[in-house]
């Protein structure tokens, strides 16, 4: 079975306090990974998909890496509008695997 | 480009009574659709998907049911709600790129 497991499970951080959020995973083969940033009561937006290991993708403030084993989204110089819940996800590979699988995600709050 | 409509935004129903949220795509055709459930303290919960008309695949025995009448509509039903059917109820297609959420619809069930 599909896991995915993000942490830490909420994080504050001052303005400008760079850091990290985690999503380890267990898939039987991986499509891709997933990122996605989610304001309270709105759907999830796209943020990132990694395919490969080594793998790095960056927009703004954000970047996102991945292993084998986990994702790392790593937070440089943070503003307050960067608060938002970040939810990982992986699609296994192999035909006819169309779902995600979602982390419950990270709550992010950077202050001011 | 492609865009995904949701509704109602928000819906508060009494327990017992019939659910209907419909969830329609622009600018794309044949999509794979998804309703996902998102409960407090829980992560996204695949209810259904459809790659077609008229095809729906069930993730979770529940009380709800799917049903996709045209290429790029989406409904979600549920004859009897229950108090546990309350969420954020997402509708998603898929790309080559990722997956497209709509904005949700936020169920009370009271």
């Known amino acids: ?12 951080l001052q303005e400008g306090e760079s850091s990290s959020l985690n999503c ?16 309270p009561g ?18 703004e403030r954000l ?9 790392f989204l790593h937070i440089t110089a943070p503003k307050p509008e960067d608060s938002a819940t970040y939810l990982c996800a992986v699609q296994p590979a192999g035909a006819g695997s169309y779902q995600l699988t979602f982390g419950k995600g990270t709550k992010l709050s950077v202050i001011p | 480009s492609q865009t995904i409509h949701q509704w109602p935004a928000t819906l508060v129903q009494p327990v017992g009574s019939p659910l209907s949220l419909e969830c329609t795509v622009e600018g794309t055709s044949n999509p794979n659709l998804y309703w996902y459930r998102q409960a407090a303290g829980r992560g996204l919960q695949l209810l259904f998907y459809s790659v077609g008309i008229g095809q729906i695949s069930s993730e979770v025995p529940q009380n709800l049911s799917a049903s996709r009448p045209q290429d790029r509509q989406f409904i979600l039903s549920s004859k009897k709600l229950l108090l546990s059917d309350s969420g954020f109820y997402l509708c ?3 790309t080559p790129y ?11 069930v009271v």
């Open chain 1, 63 to 71: 970047k996102a890496t991945l292993t084998k084993k986990e994702s």
């Open chain 2, 98 to 108: 990722g997956y497209t959420f709509g904005s949700g619809t936020r169920l009370t």
């Open chain 1, 1 to 12: 079975e599909d896991q995915v497991t993000q942490s830490p499970e909420a994080l504050r």
């Open chain 2, 92 to 94: 998603a297609h898929s």
């Open chain 1, 42 to 59: 709105k759907g999830p937006e796209f943020l990132f998909t990694l395919y490969s290991a080594g793998e790095e993708k960056e927009k």
């Open chain 1, 24 to 39: 380890s995973y267990t898939v039987s083969g991986l499509r891709g990974l997933f990122w996605y940033r989610q304001d």
